[in-house]
């Protein structure tokens, strides 16, 4: 297979792909090999997600220009990259430990991009300056880099990555770096300028958390190929393979949250251990669930729901069921529990979630 393509321009008057990122990236290093084919429309946040050595840093560094294509292309906006050095590719790259210049301050840091470009001095840093305001960084615009908190170098290596106005944002690990407490707010700040950006956005991670939050659609990478891909729901409610199933495990909604409730929308209401108030995640892992075929009577549980069966699929020896109802979920239980219950597409069942097994954070 070789399709490092490399389209005359004279034979080629109009882009053969859309808008967005079309790649197919083929990287021998032997023994590793890594053949994945990924795209995503302008606005669109796609996640890199699987376990070490899969390939997604790999995956990533193609993309940025830093590893040589043995094969395959890269289009963006239709235009081929491929044989693009990474300096003059319209990309933005923000590392898990950051890469800022610790001599500069925040500003010129973010000014460091457009003035590569050519703006003049006086024009990037004005650039630059809105861009950390955008942030919320103003006043931290003449701070040097070791005295930034983890979650501020993080927004100004966003903001240095965004004010090149890249086509394809790349964000390596982007929360990996930052202790639980800083990561809730980051990963929700994040959020937002993610929501903001009209590019592609390609980021790599190894957390279920981040990828189901972040991202619009998924790539599960194992041994350099893709093993599935869909949109974060897709995936946790109907994983492949047991890495995904045990990985992607997580049902999240979205709602808003009112003390120790979060009122779903559209959806019930559930109750989590967290007070927050305002726009809200609520998340909880299938092994959280504990399904009756009766509804119970003396449970603790403070979240009760009436369901129907979907579907069931087996991962090794547990069972996941596809519920729908009032709340779709996923719920997972051994084969023996499923035999116990009878479980069989279409019986209904109602499950219970205890609020300490729930997870809500701000959205
Ligand atoms: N500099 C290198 N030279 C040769 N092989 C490498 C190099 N870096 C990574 N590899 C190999 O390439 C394969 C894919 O690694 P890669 O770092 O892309 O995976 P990853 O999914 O990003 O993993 P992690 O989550 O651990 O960062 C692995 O087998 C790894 O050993």
Redesign the pocket.
Known sequence: MTDVDDPKPATTPNPPHPPGLNAHLVVD?PP?HLDITVTAAPGEVLALL?P????????LRALAGLLPLTTGHLHLDGTPLHHTPPESRPVGVVFQDYLLFPHLTALDNVAFGPRCQGATKSQSRTQAAAWLDRMGLKDHATTKPRHLSGGQAQRVALARALATNPRLLLLDEPLAALDARTRLEVRAQLRHHLADFEAVAVL?T?DPLDAMVLADHLVV?EHGQIVQEGTPADIARHPRTDYIAQLVGLNLYRGHADGHTVHLDPGPAITTTENLTGPAFVAFPPSAVTLHRNRPTGSSARNLWHCEVAGLETHGDQIRADLTGELPLAADLTTVAAAELDLHPGASVWATVKATQTHAYPA
């Open positions: 290093r590793f699987g070490n050595g899969a390939g997604k840093s790999t995956a790599v190894h990478i």
